[in-house]
């Protein structure tokens, strides 16, 4: 758990004064390590290009992902995500802006579905883990079925979610719940199996009821636990609504990128993977942040 | 309440304390059946027992918090066991901060903010270094002197048996085969360990503490 605690200007200081490197040492490779991995790209693009007919599509060069790509993108508006197509030519700075606003509306509608869906699915998942670690027969009527559950491969039940709900929004989110619920619930009850005796043994001495033993003891020890659990869980929950947004979406990031790939734009399908690895930054750093505050004193 | 290490004493504690249920008979305090943990009887474990998500005065105050004493009046208890242990000014502390003395002392106020009836011991300073176990057994005796409650201490330490206890008492093999009184004055310094007295009273508690025969 000690990497919440450890935020990168610690860390920075810490490299500093362990392997004396000069100040700006690192902020210079990490400069060098991105410039050396775009230098490749660009050649490897170039390469493509001279030895391939199709060079071009397979691996556009970085820059074309700003000056083709984004503008491109602009081809989605009005009904370009669905069956129709190509009704839309802008030029200029507005395809630009028209490519931003499409990307941000996307990542914002791929967002909200995950956002939904994993709240959903931790409040089902930590529900259910506390309801067994409770109740010994709750956790012996529900466990088969949880342990049957989590031995399903998560994409092994898109078909069988597009079948029931078709596109309809509620079966993405549904599906990225379901997902996390069933990874979540073994979390909290393996959580709640290590939570130390002698914490329940303290609390029932001083007087502690069992419900209040559940409460005070019971949920704050098991946090630290379900912490780790919920990040590990918002990172798979990008691959489940992707695999959603695959299958059976007119909108969102896995949509762009699968709409990209029909029509053979690799620069647009380049563009959604930075869009999600962007989103996916800026969340897992703002779950860390709130997360961070609950568990002050590990 | 002394003896070897396998011999009953922490089990025996322990069903005191209502955590384990005895395999035959029955534990009665004050002639009344332990039918369970309860607040009457406070415990101070071996292992460190303090909540490690609540602040020290949070812990301190917790078994009054569980039955619902007020704020204001529980602030003021706790507050004054916290001082009475030597931590005033770590009140928000969390106890990833505090020394293992501290956690302990912790967890002495807790217990003692927690007014149970008798108090239960069970090698609570066990893993203490020598200096602040010192420290601590003298702290214990100057808070217990304020209303002398009945106390079952468990050590396999002679020494603090006899600095600390009333009535020492060996147990062996499950069943309790000597006790003596060393019926020192109180309060009690430290310096009594050095008395020929104590001595005295060490020789005679090793030999049944060694010895083969139960008395």
């Given at each position: ?27 210079i490779?990490q400069v060098?390590?991105?410039a050396a991995?775009?230098?490749v ?10 030895t ?6 397979i691996?556009?060069p ?16 009005g ?27 996307n ?15 931790l ?5 259910t ?5 409770w109740?010994?027969k709750?956790?012996l009527?529900?466990a088969?079925?949880?342990?049957m ?9 898109i ?29 909290t ?28 003891i ?15 869980a ?24 699968i ?16 869009c ?5 930054i800026a ?8 997360l961070?505050?609950r568990?002050r004193?590990? | 309440?002394?003896?070897p290490s ?32 309860g ?43 916290i ?14 901060e ?12 807790r ?18 270094d020598?200096?602040t ?6 702290e ?18 002679l ?11 060996v ?24 008395s ?5 009273i ?14």
């Amino acid at each position: 758990m000690d990497q919440f605690h450890i935020s990168g200007k610690d860390l920075k200081t810490e490299a500093i004064m362990r392997f004396k490197i000069w100040k700006y040492e690192i902020e210079i490779l990490q400069v060098v390590g991105i410039a050396a991995f775009l230098i490749v790209w660009q050649i490897m693009s170039m390469y493509l290009r001279l030895t391939h007919p199709y060079g071009k599509e397979i691996l556009p060069p970085p820059l074309s992902i700003i000056t083709e790509a984004l503008p491109g993108v602009s081809t989605f508006w009005g009904g370009g995500m669905g069956g129709t197509t190509g009704t839309w030519f802008i030029q200029g700075t507005a395809a630009y802006l028209l490519g931003l606003y499409i990307l941000i509306e996307n990542s914002a509608i791929t967002t909200g579905r995950l956002l939904l869906g994993t709240s959903l699915g931790l409040v089902i998942g930590v529900g259910t883990g506390l309801a067994m670690g409770w109740s010994k027969k709750v956790r012996l009527t529900i466990a088969p079925v949880v342990h049957m559950i989590r031995v399903i491969p998560p994409l092994a039940l898109i078909p069988l979610f597009m079948l029931w709900f078709s596109q309809a929004e509620i079966g993405k989110i549904l599906f990225v719940a379901f997902v996390i619920a069933s990874m979540i619930v073994v979390n909290t009850i393996e959580a709640i199996r290590n939570v130390p005796p002698i914490y329940i043994n303290a609390s029932q001495t001083l007087g502690a009821t069992r419900g209040q033993v559940y409460r005070t003891i019971v949920i704050p020890a098991i946090t630290p636990a379900l912490v780790g659990g919920i990040r590990v869980a918002i990172g798979l929950a990008w691959a489940v609504v992707l695999g959603a947004e695959y299958l059976g979406a007119q909108s969102g990031l896995g949509r762009l990128l699968i709409i990209s790939e029909t029509f053979f734009d690799t620069g647009r399908m380049i563009l959604a993977v930075i869009c999600f690895a962007l989103l996916s930054i800026a969340l897992n750093y703002i779950v860390v942040r709130i997360l961070r505050k609950r568990t002050r004193w590990i | 309440m002394i003896g070897p290490s396998g011999c009953g004493k922490t089990t025996l504690l322990s069903i005191i304390a209502g955590l384990t249920p005895p395999t035959q008979g029955r534990a009665l305090v004050d002639g009344v059946e332990v039918k369970g943990p309860g607040r009457e009887r406070g415990v101070v474990f071996q292992e460190d027992a303090v909540f490690p998500w609540l602040t020290v005065m949070e812990n301190v105050e917790y078994g009054l918090k569980i039955r619902g004493v007020p704020n204001t009046e529980r602030k003021k208890v706790a507050q004054h066991h916290i001082n009475l242990v030597g931590l005033k000014g770590f009140e928000n502390f969390y106890p990833k901060e505090l020394s293992g003395g501290m956690k302990k002392r912790t967890d002495l106020a807790r217990v003692m903010a927690n007014n149970p009836e008798i108090l239960l011991f069970d090698e609570p300073f066990g893993s203490l270094d020598y200096v602040t176990k010192m420290r601590l057994q003298e702290e214990l005796l100057n808070i217990w002197e304020k209303d002398k409650k009945t106390a079952l201490f468990v050590t396999h330490d002679l020494e603090e048996a006899i600095y600390l206890a009333d009535r020492v008492m060996v147990m062996r093999s499950g069943i309790i085969c000597s006790s003596i009184e060393p019926e020192f004055e109180r309060p009690r310094s430290q310096e009594i360990k050095t008395s020929s007295k104590f001595q005295e009273i060490r020789r005679k508690l090793w030999t049944s503490f060694t010895s083969v025969e139960r008395i």
